[in-house]
């Protein structure tokens, strides 16, 4: 018998004191999700943080992983195509609960959809792990570099700032619309001059403060700012006011998870590096917006 009806009955006798969780782990020669975890907090090249969102979010940490997941966020969606697949240990960048919090399905504990999400990740003895603060704070920032590789601009990396491009001049408008090709963007929106020449660019994946938008658009450094999730009552009428008082810049956003999603794939391919016992696929959620034709 395998799959998830073994794996739960053995969960009654573990619980019922009828067999030694570590003792069958280690005969079985199974990788469990916290040994999984605890290899990548010894590889990242970082020190591990106490307080960091990069926590378990649902499921136990003695499951025995048969497959690993990357992806930018564990919808339901994508918790149904991973069960089908067999990755049972989901590495997610962003929250799985609607909540930025550590402890996330505390946050909207009675939440419907929590709940319904709970069950499911539970019922198919699966593990959701957050792999956010140290994914960035590694050097070099692993989004980052998953993101460069995904826009094929590794070669107009600026030395000194990973998040800076010297791209070959080009209009604003035929900037976008590559952008939009590589990545497959569905909904990528831009605030300028079309025709506007541009060729440094920065780069922000996700979350967009408006400190950043002030730095680029009012600084001569940069012709374009290419970016996550930028707040549109405040950021993004920067960049719009700077372009109108006669900046010769533009703005291109990406979305959220559009920004970061390939930095997952990134991920896929570090942890091929320090994990070879099971299979690690980057499955991408993909994008939650879509545009009328
Ligand atoms: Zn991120």
Same mark, same amino acid.
């Given at each position: 018998?395998?799959?998830?009806?073994?794996?739960?009955?053995?969960?009654?006798?573990?619980?019922?004191? @009828?067999?030694?969780?570590?003792? *069958?782990?280690?005969?079985?020669?199974?990788?469990?999700?916290?040994?999984?975890?605890?290899?990548?907090?010894?590889?990242?090249?970082?020190?591990?943080?106490?307080?960091? *969102?990069?926590?378990?979010?649902?499921?136990?940490?003695?499951?025995? *992983?048969?497959?690993?997941?990357?992806?930018?966020?564990?919808?339901?969606?994508?918790?149904?195509?991973?069960?089908?697949?067999?990755?049972?240990?989901?590495?997610?960048?962003?929250?799985?609960?609607?909540?930025?919090?550590?402890?996330?399905?505390?946050?909207?504990?009675?939440?419907? @959809?929590?709940?319904?999400?709970?069950?499911?990740?539970?019922?198919?003895?699966?593990?959701?792990?957050?792999?956010?603060?140290?994914?960035?704070?590694?050097?070099?920032?692993?989004?980052?570099?998953?993101?460069?590789?995904?826009?094929?601009?590794?070669?107009?990396?600026?030395?000194?700032?990973?998040?800076?491009?010297?791209?070959?001049?080009?209009?604003?408008?035929? @900037?976008?619309?590559?952008?939009?090709?590589?990545?497959?963007?569905?909904?990528?929106?831009?605030?300028?001059?079309?025709?506007?020449?541009?060729?440094?660019?920065?780069?922000?994946?996700?979350?967009?403060?408006?400190?950043?938008?002030?730095?680029?658009?009012?600084?001569?450094?940069?012709?374009?700012?290419?970016?996550?999730?930028?707040?549109? +009552?405040?950021?993004?009428?920067?960049?719009?006011?700077?372009?109108?008082?006669?900046?010769?810049?533009?703005?291109?956003?990406?979305?959220?998870?559009?920004?970061?999603? +390939?930095?997952?794939?990134?991920?896929?391919?570090?942890?091929?590096?320090?994990?070879?016992? *099971?299979?690690?696929?980057?499955?991408?959620?993909?994008?939650?917006? +879509?545009?009328?034709?």
């Amino acid at each position: 018998m395998s799959g998830n009806l073994s794996r739960r009955r053995f969960v009654r006798l573990a619980g019922a004191g @009828l067999v030694a969780a570590d003792a *069958v782990h280690a005969q079985s020669g199974e990788l469990t999700a916290q040994q999984v975890i605890e290899r990548i907090q010894k590889n990242v090249g970082i020190a591990w943080r106490t307080q960091t *969102v990069d926590t378990i979010k649902a499921g136990s940490p003695d499951t025995p *992983v048969k497959g690993i997941a990357t992806t930018m966020v564990a919808t339901l969606d994508l918790l149904k195509r991973a069960t089908a697949a067999r990755r049972n240990l989901i590495i997610v960048h962003e929250p799985t609960f609607y909540s930025g919090n550590a402890d996330e399905a505390q946050a909207n504990a009675g939440d419907p @959809l929590v709940l319904l999400k709970r069950s499911f990740i539970e019922k198919n003895d699966l593990v959701v792990w957050r792999f956010h603060d140290h994914w960035h704070a590694r050097k070099p920032d692993g989004i980052i570099s998953g993101m460069a590789i995904a826009l094929g601009w590794e070669k107009y990396q600026v030395p000194d700032n990973p998040r800076l491009f010297d791209l070959p001049r080009v209009s604003l408008e035929n @900037l976008a619309q590559s952008i939009r090709t590589r990545l497959k963007i569905r909904a990528i929106r831009v605030i300028g001059d079309p025709q506007t020449m541009v060729s440094r660019t920065a780069f922000n994946p996700g979350s967009t403060a408006l400190t950043q938008m002030m730095r680029h658009f009012s600084g001569p450094d940069v012709d374009a700012f290419v970016c996550g999730e930028p707040g549109e +009552w405040n950021a993004d009428e920067y960049a719009r006011d700077a372009i109108a008082s006669g900046k010769k810049k533009g703005l291109i956003i990406l979305g959220h998870d559009m920004s970061e999603e +390939w930095g997952m794939e990134e991920c896929a391919k570090w942890l091929r590096t320090i994990i070879s016992e *099971v299979p690690i696929e980057f499955m991408p959620a993909g994008e939650a917006f +879509w545009t009328p034709k």
